[in-house]
Structure formats: structure tokens, C-alpha cells
């Protein structure tokens, strides 16, 4: 148990040069991200390539590590951004990129003139605040999805976006009635992807109106109930049947 809890894992290195030229939150936080980072490289190299540099943050993770909450993090991310060391998917708030080479030259420097240059750049402003503030929404209503399967999930995350985009109101409880009307509807996969994309489409909340959206110009119609069946059986929907 003593061994444990002194191990190494469980204590950071923070660079109290960038403690200095930003402050000691995103000293902390940059110090875990390469951590996480590190850990992205050595498994899903691959993928990190594939996605243009682009990986998943936990940010709950990060939380238990760090003690920063998220919108600690997300303030550390805008402040970061505005230095092009941190980039965030702008749909995704805890998907990002980091630039090692930027930050390091950040580190650094040693002129004076040009740390205050860099602080002052890296102060966030009323517009910074309300990105951040947005960031928090995203996060807090892709939290309430529970769905497993890739596609369906992204696709929920597609439509929360597009109802944020719309400026109509969305709670975390609207995501989680929308998901439970969504399966007390159906399983069929194709079937909740077209009721998805009909509430993208139109950015509605609710789930009844594309509901009977889908009922009036897609449950009974011959070509989306045969391209479902044909892509059931490995043939391609596109082509004539």
C-alpha cells in the first residue's frame, strides 16, 4: 500500500518555467497531456496518424490526475490555442492535437519582451470565455451519450452540434429521453441512423418529430426498406434491385 501510493505514477513533473509565463494550471495540465500523449503514441500510433495528429482526451481522467476540473482544462485548451501549441476539434471539445516543437520554444525563450508578448497573447477575452463556456455545453451533453456502437455515436454527437449550431435549447436530460425514445423505437441500426439524420437535418430536440418524420417518408417506403436488407446481406444498397 506505502509503495503504491509513493510511486512515481502518482506524482507530475511541472515545468515552472511555463508555471511563470502562464500559470501553474497549465503547467499541471500540459504536464499530464504529455503523459497521455506519450501513451497515444506507443498504442495508437496508427490512428493518431490516420487522424491528423487528433486523440481522445478523457477529461474525467485528467480530473483524477490533476485535480483541475474540466472547465480548468478547457481554459488551459483556449489559452494554449490562442498560442497554436493546443488545437481542438471544433465538434469535440475533448478531441485534440498538441504541438511538442511550439511549446518547447515557448519554454525556452528567455527574452523578456517577447514572454510578455506571449502572456499577453495567451490571456483569454471575453470571446475566449464564451468558447470555453460552449465547450463546456458539448461536453457535458456528449456525457449523456451512452451509445457503444461508433457510427450511431457520432452521429448523436452530429445532431447534438446541430441543434447547439441552431441556438435551440438542449439539456443533458433532452440527450438522454431522446436516446431511451430512440431505443424503446427500434434496434435496427439503420432505421435509428435515418431518425438521427432527420433530427440533424432539421436540428429538432425532440424526438417525436422525426419520429413521425421517418414514419411518413421512410418506414413503409420500397427502396429504404430494400437498401437496409441489402446492406443486412452484404449486397450494395446503390445498386438496382
Not at 38 to 60: H, S, T
Not at 190 to 198: G, N, Q, S, T
Not at 209 to 221: L, P, S, T, V, W
Not at 226 to 238: C, L, S, T, V
Amino acid at each position: 500500500m506505502y509503495v503504491d501510493l509513493m510511486s512515481p505514477y502518482n506524482y507530475l513533473q511541472v515545468n515552472t518555467k511555463l508555471a511563470n509565463v502562464l500559470n501553474l494550471n497549465c503547467a499541471v495540465y500540459w504536464a499530464e497531456l504529455l503523459n497521455v500523449y506519450a501513451r497515444v503514441i506507443n498504442k495508437k500510433r496508427d490512428e493518431l496518424l490516420n487522424n491528423q495528429g487528433y486523440f481522445d482526451l478523457d477529461r474525467q481522467y485528467i480530473t483524477s490526475r490533476t485535480t483541475l476540473s474540466v472547465e480548468d482544462q478547457l481554459h488551459c485548451d483556449a489559452a494554449f490555442e490562442k498560442l497554436e501549441i493546443v488545437f481542438q476539434d471544433p465538434q469535440n471539445p475533448n478531441r485534440i492535437k498538441i504541438d511538442i516543437e511550439k511549446m518547447y520554444a515557448l519554454i525556452v525563450e528567455d527574452d523578456p519582451s517577447v514572454i510578455k508578448g506571449l502572456q499577453k497573447k495567451a490571456k483569454l477575452k471575453r470571446d475566449d470565455e464564451t468558447a470555453v463556456k460552449r465547450a463546456m455545453v458539448r461536453n457535458n451533453l456528449q456525457l449523456a451519450l451512452t451509445e457503444t456502437d461508433a457510427e450511431l455515436l457520432d452521429a448523436l454527437k452530429q445532431w447534438i452540434e446541430a441543434v447547439i449550431e441552431a441556438k435551440k435549447p438542449i439539456t443533458k436530460a433532452s440527450v438522454e429521453i431522446y436516446q431511451k425514445n430512440l431505443n424503446n423505437y427500434t434496434d435496427n441500426k439503420a432505421v435509428k441512423l435515418r431518425i438521427i439524420e432527420i433530427s440533424t437535418a432539421n436540428s429538432w430536440v425532440e424526438f417525436a418529430y422525426a419520429r413521425d418524420c421517418y414514419e411518413k417518408n421512410y418506414k413503409h417506403n420500397g427502396a429504404f426498406i430494400g437498401a437496409q436488407q441489402k446492406q443486412n446481406i452484404g449486397i450494395d444498397p446503390n445498386k438496382m434491385f
